[in-house]
């Protein structure tokens, strides 16, 4: 059974660092590209960065780019979101997903595995 676990949230404050973390279970990172996406309160879920740990291509949504860094061990079959200079506005339950994309994309197609989230709060 495809099972992911986010962990990693908490309170920061504005400025501080959080390393979210992926745990995959029931298939390995060469079978899914794995996503790192956020929704906030009343908003739309946005997608973070994507790896492929076949490869070790990575890719980040545009906004995302600078502050946020998306890695993976294989040997731990775990990927993880490193997120720099958190902002109030970075407040979101993050999640994490294994995905099938369009080769070099985060744009994904069909049914992808979702593991439950991460609340990530960062205080002004």
């Known amino acids: 059974e495809v099972q992911l676990q986010a962990s990693g949230g908490g309170l920061v404050q504005a400025g501080g660092s959080l390393r979210l973390s992926c745990a995959a279970s029931?298939?390995?990172?060469?079978?899914?590209?794995i996503g790192w996406f956020r929704q906030a309160t009343g908003k739309e879920r946005e997608g973070i960065s994507c790896?492929?740990?076949?490869?070790?291509?990575?890719y980040y949504a545009d906004s995302m780019k600078g502050r946020f860094t998306i890695s993976s061990d294989n040997a731990k079959n775990t990927v993880y979101l490193q997120m720099n200079s958190l902002k109030p506005e970075d407040t979101a339950v993050y999640y994490c997903?294994?995905?099938?994309?369009?080769?070099?994309?985060?744009?994904?197609?069909?049914?992808?595995?979702w593991g439950k989230g991460t609340q990530v709060t960062v205080s002004s």
């Open positions: 997903a294994a995905l099938k994309v369009v080769a070099g994309t985060c744009h994904y197609y069909g049914m992808p595995y």
């Open positions: 029931g298939f390995t990172l060469d079978d899914y590209t």
């Open positions: 790896i492929s740990s076949s490869d070790g291509s990575t």
